[in-house]
């Protein structure tokens, strides 16, 4: 499934993912929520990838749903 246009509330970022069963990672754009009133938006600088987002990423636990980005480890400024 391609990914939206952007809608009103979002704004896009470049990410490395995956974007359909047995691709390797590549940059995509993606779409993100616009920052809150509660929210902290951070300049990503670097971002980890753990080995069980690789094995989610192709799909070994089942259920992955494409286009995936994933990691969780982030480095960037507030």
């Known amino acids: 499934m391609p990914i939206p246009p952007p809608k009103d509330y979002e704004y896009t970022e470049i990410a490395w993912g995956i974007k359909k069963p047995g691709d390797n990672f590549s940059a995509m754009v993606i779409n ?26 192709l799909n070994h636990l089942g259920g992955a749903m494409y286009p ?8 960037g400024i507030v």
Do not use: A, F, N
Request: with cysteine; proline share 9%; aromatic share 6%.
């Open 68 to 75: 995936l980005v994933p990691g969780h480890e982030l480095c």
């Open 32 to 57: 993100r929520p616009l920052p809150g009133e509660w929210d902290v938006k951070v300049d990503l600088h670097y971002c980890g990838i753990c080995h069980t987002d690789v094995h989610i990423s």
